[in-house]
């Protein structure tokens, strides 16, 4: 039998070894990014922000980048807008079938991406609407949706009904109650929330794949056709971009909330 | 401050038009109007077996279901002990964990499998270490085959298992294990008697919402996996844009939707369930 100290010691190297493992690769890539050899190298001979002169130096990336902003603000913004409204009705509202919606509208999670995908493509393709930015952020939306939802839920919890009742008592009416009360006490939710969603879209590939058509080339898409043909090392810096963007994200996240209740990394599960 | 019904419709209208309109419209109509291009009941049933049934279709089958059950496997064995450490953690040691989860968790799927494709070429760095220690003579094929889509799919879903689990380790009251230790249980006994059997809805869910995950993934396996390991989602996709077959995509989406939504429904039962008292 292994003595409990000796025990706990190899967990806790085990644990700190997997923790390892999970963000080596992703700190990796940012570190070879700035790579000056002619592959890419770990750890790199020479440095230099060569990748990133020839990734932005592109015009077809540079679109790409236009393309991912686009419909990663508008998608943050229909999703945030949507899901605020469907997320204070399901906490206050008493009405039939609550438990039953509430899980139906979870379900573009579950469903596999390629599904959700090739559906809207069936659709889009005979209206016209491949290639259309719009219409991509309103696909991504919908996937989007069910984490705005959880956001949004775990922080209208913690908005206290007796506070609304207390504003129209006191004579507010019901619309000036939403405004001046649960709108200032949900906004840190709602900024996770915009940050989220935003994310979200901004991460996605299989609907974008489908829907992007040669006009609306998004960065993962992008990179989904650079890597079919080589593992270049131009996709590092870009990969760069994109981890910077998440973990921008994170940390803004972390600071809205100041670690109340936890990061929205959780409630998101 | 309750809602009025009508009040709570209205506000709730919006996100179901949106989820009728560009999810469960499209997919209706995608299975039902490329089903019909063959005719009636008796057609579809005869093509269905032809392609449900067919040689291509069964390996593929048997493909997804391997690669998504040892990926399960190994994501529950390596992310149980970090889902533990991060439910027993406070402080600084906790924020640390959950960064080294996190980061990964909401990185791009594609960003994540290029850092693999990265790591494990013929001149990657694993290669060139498991050659430094002379483990091995010449540089082993990492990629473009099933290890590398195994490797790649298990770092890809960790996260979601790591969470999972954390989210029923935690609920976990320390004080029946503390009594457990004081009634002169051995830590073993305490973790085997105890902790294992209060998380044990955990890790039903966990394995659930992996392997539905798996089956239904896209971007690894194709990047990863060389000729012999196409899965159900990248049949689909090749149906949709190299040949166009719109009825045989459709066959197979309802496959991979049933499959999906059945072990949904178990997951939400264990997902929901309280800790057993």
């Known amino acids: ?269 | 401050m309750p809602l009025g019904r009508l009040a709570a419709w209205l506000m709730l209208a919006p996100a179901l038009l949106l989820l009728a309109g560009v999810f469960l419209l499209p997919i209706g109509w995608f299975l039902i109007g490329s089903l019909s291009e063959l005719g009636g009941f008796a057609e579809i049933w005869e093509e269905a077996q032809d392609v449900l049934f067919s040689g291509t279709v069964g390996r593929v089958l048997l493909n997804t279901n391997g690669i998504g059950a040892i990926v399960t496997l190994l994501v529950l064995v390596i992310g149980y002990p970090v889902s533990y450490a991060l439910s027993r953690a406070r402080g600084f040691a906790f924020t640390a964990i959950l960064l080294c989860i996190v980061l990964p968790y909401f990185t791009s799927t594609i960003v994540r499998t290029y850092a693999w494709m990265v790591l494990l070429g013929r001149n990657g760095l694993i290669n060139r270490i498991l050659l430094g220690l002379h483990l091995v003579d010449e540089p082993v094929n990492l990629l473009y085959n099933r290890t590398g889509v195994i490797i790649g799919m298990t770092y890809v879903l960790l996260p979601y298992m790591v969470l999972t689990l954390f989210a029923a380790m935690k609920a976990v009251d320390p004080k029946l294990l503390q009594a457990a230790e004081g009634m002169g249980a051995s830590p073993v006994t305490v973790f085997r008697r105890v902790f294992m059997p209060l998380t044990l809805h955990g890790v039903i869910a966990g394995v659930l919402i992996t392997f539905i995950l798996a089956i239904g993934f896209f971007i690894t396996p194709a990047l990863m996996g060389g000729p012999g390991d196409i899965m159900i989602a990248m049949l689909i996709e090749r149906e949709v844009e190299l040949t166009q077959n719109w009825p045989s995509a459709a066959m197979m989406t309802i496959v991979l939707l049933a499959v999906t939504l059945i072990l949904y429904g178990f997951y939400s039962r264990f997902a929901e369930q309280e800790a057993p008292r």
């Not at chain 1, 399901?90 to 090739?118: D, E, N, S, W, Y």
């Not at chain 1, 990179?223 to 131009?234: A, D, G, H, R």
């Open chain 1, 1 to 269: 039998m292994m003595g409990p100290v000796l025990r706990a010691t190899l967990l806790r190297a085990l644990v700190v070894l997997l923790c390892f493992g999970l963000v080596a690769p992703i700190v990796i890539v940012a570190i070879a990014s700035f790579s000056g050899d002619g592959y890419l190298k770990f750890p790199p001979e020479t440095l230099s922000i060569r990748w990133y002169e020839r990734f932005l130096g592109d015009h077809r990336w540079r679109g790409a980048i236009m393309n991912s902003l686009f419909i990663g603000v508008l998608t943050s913004i229909f999703s945030t807008v949507i899901g605020f409204l469907a997320a204070y009705a399901l906490m206050r509202g008493q009405f039939r079938f609550k438990r039953v919606i509430a899980a139906l509208l979870l379900t573009p999670v579950i469903v596999p991406h390629i599904i959700t995908a090739v559906a809207i493509y069936f659709l889009s393709a005979r209206m016209g609407l491949v290639g259309f930015r719009p219409w991509i952020a309103v696909a991504h939306t919908v996937v989007a949706l069910p984490v705005v939802l959880v956001i949004l839920q775990s922080a209208l919890r913690t908005v206290d009904p007796a506070l609304e009742r207390a504003a129209m008592v006191c004579g507010c009416t019901r619309f000036g109650v939403f405004r001046r009360v649960v709108l200032p006490l949900a906004l840190p939710g709602m900024v996770s929330a915009a940050l989220f969603s935003f994310l979200t879209s901004f991460d996605e590939l299989v609907i974008s794949l489908f829907l992007a058509g040669i006009r609306a080339e998004t960065l993962p898409v992008r990179i989904w056709n650079s890597l079919l043909l080589e593992v270049e090392p131009t996709i590092a810096a870009v990969s760069t971009l994109l981890i910077a963007v998440t973990a921008t994200a994170l940390a803004l996240d972390a600071l809205i909330r100041k670690f109340q209740g936890g990061p929205a990394a959780l409630a998101a599960r």
